[in-house]
Nanobody, 125 residues
């Protein structure tokens, strides 16, 4: 079964905002650290943000810090990536992911084992 499902991608002009959502099934949202990665075709997947299972720790890639904000809602079993001041360099397919960590927010892709299908974000100049 699909454990993570993203939504909210789209096209926006530079300086605009988007909110991505990722809904988790079962108990994964309540116990696992969650995160967002992005990938440009032909390039390696890049870490964007993560939030610990207990909600107390957040990590951000330097280029998005201050512009992106990650949050989670246990009642909705959903995590969000609030993106503001978007730039063309943010254009990518964004993936939500889950790790078995609880009290940490790792940034390494190899620490995440569950992945969504991805949602496209396109930012125009």
């Amino acid at each position: 079964q699909v454990l993570l499902a993203e939504s909210g991608g789209g096209s926006v002009q530079a300086g605009g905002s988007l909110k991505l959502s990722c809904t988790a099934s079962g108990s994964i949202f309540n116990t696992y650290t969650l995160g967002w990665f992005r990938q440009v075709p032909g390039e390696e997947r890049q870490f964007v943000a993560s939030i610990s299972g207990n909600g107390g720790i957040q990590s951000y890639q330097a280029s998005v810090k201050g512009r992106f904000y990650i949050s989670r809602d246990t009642a909705e079993k959903t995590q969000y990536l609030h993106m503001s001041s978007l730039q063309p360099e943010d254009t990518a397919v964004y993936y939500c992911a889950a790790s078995t960590y609880y009290a940490a927010a790792p940034t390494d892709e190899d620490k995440f084992f569950y992945w969504g299908q991805g949602t496209q974000v396109t930012v125009s100049s």
